[in-house]
């Protein structure tokens, strides 16, 4: 140790220089101030002083446009994105198959219209043949005769074909509520982001729309279906007497088979409770023999729906009704109602309504599809304050 001008400087041994260095330096500098000695010591490398004083760490400021911007919403893609992706594809072919349908009607419609066409010009000839005057066992008439038979057979066909794509569509109207099903539960999985919600209302609303569509499609599917067998009961019943008139030279006219229906009176709602229609008896005709039937009580539905859940059950309690009522009275009509709510603003009542008349429509395909003739039902619709749900009333006339 060598004290040089006042001071200390540290040389000589390693064994020295390695006992200064295990001293604390609040001890060597206490040291060097008692003895009146200044001490110095080299400073640690910067590495380390880097590692030591590295606290406190001063951060950014959170801007706004770091939350709400491009800097939050980054594109991710995760397990509900994946999800939202497959149930776009099957979406997309739900509407290619919607679209095949419609198609197919759209070919089955124009085809009707030309055989029916054809049908009605070779009648109308041998109408106008019969009505002008002509002899008995026409070679000319009975030939347009053998056509028209033909046309109406090609016409009877189509109907087979109706039948096969209805069933297509009531498949495809099952799919559709299947996705909704599954898009609506999607909702619930977990690690999800904003955008995923986003994207599964959009996929919502557009299964909604289609579910709508096919709604339209299977009810001109029925459409078609009930008018088609209407009227070729009724001209399978004309082609027997025009036959008739064709051998006899004469003009007879259309069948005595197909006798108008009469008149019905209206459902008056001032004598109804609650804004539903009175159901009246009119003239029934019981069964020869069968047990006296019990008055009809008015304002009581012989069979009310609430359509209150997904998926009602309605079919087999509808027919069995509608199976008893006929067997008390043979000649009775129905009237089929869709009653609405009337809770809500404008906007809820209108869409109410909406599901309403949707649901009165499928009631009215299973009471066609179960064999009542459509001409034996009358559709209306009306609102019911005291109706917590959609409701589909049946009243028996």
Same mark, same amino acid.
């Given at each position: 140790?060598? @004290?040089?001008?006042?001071? @200390?400087?540290? %040389?000589?041994?390693?064994?020295?220089?390695?006992?200064?260095?295990? @001293?604390?330096?609040?001890?060597?500098?206490? +040291? +060097?101030?008692?003895?009146?000695?200044?001490?110095?010591?080299?400073?640690? *490398?910067?590495?380390?002083?880097?590692?030591?004083?590295?606290?406190?760490?001063?951060?950014?400021?959170?801007?706004?446009? &770091?939350?709400?911007? =491009?800097?939050?919403?980054?594109?991710?893609?995760?397990?509900?994105?994946?999800?939202?992706?497959?149930?776009?594809?099957?979406?997309?072919?739900?509407?290619?198959?919607?679209?095949?349908?419609?198609?197919?009607?759209?070919?089955?419609?124009?085809?009707?219209?030309?055989?029916? $066409? =054809?049908?009605?010009?070779?009648?109308?000839?041998?109408?106008?043949?019969?009505?002008?005057?002509?002899?008995?066992?026409?070679?000319?008439?009975?030939?347009?005769?053998?056509?028209a038979e033909r046309n109406l057979k090609e016409l009877g066909n189509t109907v087979g074909q109706l039948n096969e794509l209805a069933v297509d569509t009531a498949q495809t109207a099952s799919e559709a509520?299947?996705?909704?099903?599954?898009?609506?539960?999607?909702?619930?999985?977990?690690?999800?982001?904003?955008?995923?919600?986003?994207?599964?209302?959009?996929?919502?609303?557009?299964?909604?729309?289609?579910?709508?569509?096919? =709604?339209?499609?299977?009810?001109?599917?029925?459409?078609?279906?009930t008018r088609t067998t209407a009227y070729l009961g009724s001209e399978r019943h004309n082609m027997r007497t025009l036959s008739l008139a064709v051998t006899n030279g004469d003009l007879y006219g259309k069948?005595?088979?197909?006798?108008?229906?009469? %008149?019905?009176?209206?459902?008056?709602?001032?004598?109804?409770?609650?804004?539903?229609?009175?159901?009246?008896?009119? $003239?029934?005709?019981?069964?020869? +023999?069968?047990?006296?039937?019990? *008055?009809?009580?008015?304002?009581?539905?012989?069979?009310?729906?609430?359509?209150?859940?997904?998926?009602?059950?309605?079919?087999?309690?509808?027919?069995?009704?509608?199976?008893?009522?006929?067997?008390?009275?043979?000649?009775?009509?129905?009237?089929?109602?869709?009653?609405? *709510?009337?809770?809500?603003?404008?906007?809820?009542?209108?869409?109410?309504?909406?599901?309403?008349?949707?649901?009165?429509?499928?009631?009215?395909?299973?009471?066609?599809?179960?064999?009542?003739?459509?001409?034996?039902?009358?559709?209306?619709?009306? &609102?019911?304050?005291?109706?917590?749900?959609?409701?589909?009333?049946?009243?028996?006339?």
């Open positions: 140790m060598i @004290l040089r001008n006042g001071a @200390l400087l540290l %040389s000589g041994s390693v064994l020295l220089t390695a006992a200064v260095a295990l @001293l604390p330096a609040t001890a060597l500098a206490q +040291g +060097g101030a008692k003895n009146g000695a200044q001490v110095i010591i080299d400073p640690f *490398p910067n590495n380390v002083q880097d590692k030591i004083y590295s606290k406190p760490i001063q951060v950014r400021d959170i801007t706004p446009a &770091d939350i709400v911007g =491009e800097t939050y919403f980054k594109p991710t893609e995760t397990l509900v994105t994946r999800k939202v992706k497959e149930l776009h594809g099957d979406l997309a072919k739900l509407q290619g198959d919607v679209v095949g349908i419609s198609g197919g009607l759209t070919n089955l419609e124009r085809a009707s219209e030309g055989k029916a $066409a =054809e049908y009605y010009a070779n009648i109308a000839t041998i109408n106008t043949q019969l009505q002008n005057g002509t002899t008995p066992g026409n070679p000319r008439l009975v030939g347009k005769l053998t056509v509520s299947f996705l909704l099903e599954n898009t609506r539960a999607a909702y619930s999985l977990s690690g999800a982001v904003e955008e995923d919600h986003i994207s599964l209302a959009k996929l919502e609303d557009s299964i909604n729309n289609t579910l709508v569509i096919i =709604e339209r499609v299977l009810n001109n599917v029925n459409d078609d279906i069948s005595l088979s197909n006798r108008p229906f009469s %008149s019905v009176t209206p459902f008056d709602p001032a004598n109804s409770a609650a804004g539903i229609p009175v159901a009246s008896a009119g $003239a029934l005709t019981p069964i020869p +023999g069968a047990a006296p039937a019990p *008055p009809l009580t008015q304002a009581r539905p012989l069979v009310k729906i609430r359509f209150d859940r997904p998926n009602v059950d309605y079919e087999q309690p509808i027919y069995m009704a509608v199976n008893e009522a006929l067997e008390r009275y043979p000649n009775a009509k129905f009237e089929l109602v869709a009653v609405n *709510p009337t809770q809500g603003n404008a906007a809820q009542v209108a869409i109410e309504s909406t599901r309403a008349r949707r649901n009165a429509e499928r009631v009215l395909r299973t009471l066609t599809q179960m064999g009542l003739g459509l001409e034996r039902i009358d559709l209306s619709y009306t &609102d019911n304050p005291e109706a917590a749900s959609n409701e589909v009333h049946l009243y028996i006339r």
